[in-house]
């Protein structure tokens, strides 16, 4: 069996709470040097790389520079900031509702992604708890979609986040969601939904394809008034959008879903009208670590159901 290689400690300090960039030379490749390796494979813009080099921001393991011509070797790890994007400050606090040596649990806002990816870097639950916690080592044992809000576990030893990330992997966690969608009187609820969903690379929206049912949810109505419901969701599987795709499929949408039943345009940068109202409402769990039976609840409500006129406007 292959054994994977030791990744060596990172040799450059987090920034704003991002760590840098790690990348891992290929064993096999025709590149002569590291530049012509990073050239090709980051895509990056022309002179970027040439730019970094000279500045002496790309650095081996024991925190050299890399200069254009250092030999490539296979196997051999670099490090690098990345140039943060210019985000749009979500303007909504991420509440920390349970402390402890091993874990964090936050009950994150709408518009707020869980971990650094694509355009949203800094303003990520992962990074402000980062520096407003001073945990560098923080990492996510699972994640929530950036439109969706509700509690998220992180995990505060690196060595540790294994355990907790297996909790999800062999679904040993009840997790319990909150939506509110169209009420139709002809939906017969309570019920579980099974399908296969199907997320590509590169496409927004996900699909329910012919197959074996890879993705499962328990859906029951809690209430309903002025022709909405208020949605109780339990998922035992975690595939992309699951719920989301669920709702749809049953003929009611979540309300603000930009996605399902129809792909609308972009948002503009710093709109942060119509949240989509799906909230991670309950966390339940025993500690792979301490053995202790953790249940956590999210604090926050669903507009469109405690205030619709307002979540409409």
Do not use: C
Not at 69 to 77: K, S
Request: positive net charge; hydrophobic residues 40%; glycine residues 8%.
């Amino acid at each position: 069996m292959r054994r994977k290689p030791r990744i060596p400690p990172s040799p450059l300090p987090q920034r704003d709470g991002v760590d840098p960039v790690r990348v891992r030379l290929p064993q096999a490749g025709g590149w002569a040097t590291v530049r012509e390796h990073l050239v090709e494979r980051l895509a990056a813009g022309t002179g970027v790389i040439d730019t970094m080099l000279a500045d002496g921001l790309i650095v081996r393991a024991d925190g050299r520079p890399v200069d254009p011509a250092t030999a490539y070797e296979p196997g051999m790890f670099v490090w690098f900031h990345r140039e943060l994007p210019d985000e749009e400050r979500v303007p909504f606090a991420v509440d920390v509702v349970y402390r402890d040596a091993h874990v964090v649990v936050a009950d994150k806002p709408h518009f707020l992604a869980t971990t650094p990816r694509g355009s949203h870097v800094a303003e990520t639950v992962l990074a402000r708890l980062r520096r407003e916690l001073d945990i560098p080592a923080l990492g996510a044992a699972h994640r929530l979609d950036r439109l969706t809000a509700g509690l998220v576990l992180f995990t505060v030893r690196p060595e540790e986040r294994g355990a907790y990330q297996s909790l999800f992997r062999d679904r040993l966690v009840a997790k319990e969601y909150e939506a509110v969608a169209p009420y139709d009187a002809g939906l017969a609820l309570p019920r579980t939904v099974r399908s296969r969903i199907v997320k590509e690379r590169g496409v927004m929206a996900a699909q329910e394809v012919a197959g074996e049912p890879n993705a499962v949810s328990r859906v029951e109505l809690r209430d309903h008034r002025d022709g909405l419901g208020r949605y109780r969701l339990m998922p035992s599987t975690g595939q992309t959008h699951q719920l989301r795709v669920h709702m749809n499929a049953l003929g009611v949408p979540i309300l603000g879903d930009p996605l399902y039943p129809v792909v609308t345009g972009p948002v503009p940068a710093g709109d942060f009208r119509r949240p989509l109202q799906l909230l991670a409402r309950k966390l339940e769990f025993t500690d792979p670590v301490t053995g202790r039976a953790h249940r956590f609840v999210s604090g926050r409500e669903l507009q469109a159901w405690s205030a619709h006129d307002d979540w409409a406007r």
